[in-house]
């Protein structure tokens, strides 16, 4: 499923748009440098991270998108940043395990 | 010396928004030279990894990139407090990071270990009290 279509599916809020994508996988993590060395490409990332240097590391592991979880919202430095390099910055009220739990089933990953 | 693009950067020790500018300067830069996603990738980790280090562990620095047909020299030379044990340094799972650092994703230990796996050659010269200095090459 892309992107655009799973927010809207699961009710996120949507913070910032990138390319409509198709979701791949998906990986959890707050470490960025454990982020970095294992998400797969075109992942769905999920974490309560909530810092500028998440929508840097996002495009360096070319995610699909990053989850906000815990209905963490970005703070002004992130949304700014995200959107100037056009990443799909997305919110959810659900805590990592309940959020991954529906990207599993709306995505099939 | 002539079919190099040299490209230098002031990395901002106090700055963690503009922390990663240097590294996506380059991606940017590489990719419209064409060289192959995957090779842009492993700079673009390298890079910012080595950058992030010296904002976080060295109040900031210097970042060169030279680049040639086939491949990129990169070095981060900072002023900071040095690294005592290099070998203990590099090891996974390594850090010394402070707790106000672990609060923004930092210090799981892994930015050298990381910057090993996607460089083809790396070295770290480094003096405690006098600063380091890490030279990586990376071939497209
Ligand atoms: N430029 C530097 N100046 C001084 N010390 C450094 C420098 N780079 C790394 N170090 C030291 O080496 C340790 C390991 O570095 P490494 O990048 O692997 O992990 P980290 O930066 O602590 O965490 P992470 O990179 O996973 O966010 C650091 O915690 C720090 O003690
Ligand atoms: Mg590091």
Redesign the pocket.
């Known amino acids: 499923m892309n992107v655009r279509e799973f927010a809207q599916k699961a009710g996120y809020a949507v913070f910032s748009e990138g390319e409509d994508r198709e979701i791949e996988s998906g990986y959890c993590g707050d470490?960025?440098?454990?982020i970095i060395s294992r998400a797969p490409d075109s992942c769905a990332w999920l974490t309560v991270m909530n810092n500028v240097n998440v929508a840097a590391v996002a495009t360096l592991i070319d995610c699909a998108c990053i989850i906000l979880c815990e209905g963490v919202a970005p703070d002004d430095a992130l949304a700014a940043r995200a959107k100037m390099q056009s990443v799909w910055l997305l919110g959810a009220k659900g805590n990592v395990y309940e959020e991954a739990k529906r990207v599993a089933a709306l995505c099939g990953v | 010396m002539s079919d190099c693009i040299r490209l230098e950067y002031d990395v901002d020790g106090d700055n963690f928004s503009s922390a990663g500018h240097a590294s996506e300067s380059v991606k940017r830069t590489l990719k419209q030279m064409g060289v192959s996603a995957a090779s842009v990738r492993r700079v673009a980790i390298a890079m910012y990894?080595?950058e992030?280090?010296?904002v976080?562990?060295?109040h900031g620095?210097k970042a060169i990139a030279e680049i040639y047909p086939e491949r990129i020299d990169i070095t981060?030379q900072?002023s900071?407090?040095?690294?005592a044990d290099i070998d203990?340094?590099?090891?996974?799972g390594?850090?010394?990071?402070s707790e106000n650092?672990r609060s923004l994703?930092?210090?799981?230990?892994?930015?050298?270990?990381?910057?090993k796996k996607y460089s083809d050659e790396m070295k770290i010269d480094?003096t405690v009290g006098v600063?380091?200095t890490?030279y990586l090459k990376i071939g497209f």
């Open positions: 470490f960025l440098s454990n | 990894e080595g992030i280090n010296m976080i562990h060295a620095g981060l900072d900071g407090p040095g690294i203990l340094a590099m090891k996974a390594y850090s010394t990071a650092i994703g930092f210090g799981a230990g892994m930015g050298l270990p990381n910057m480094s600063g380091t890490v």
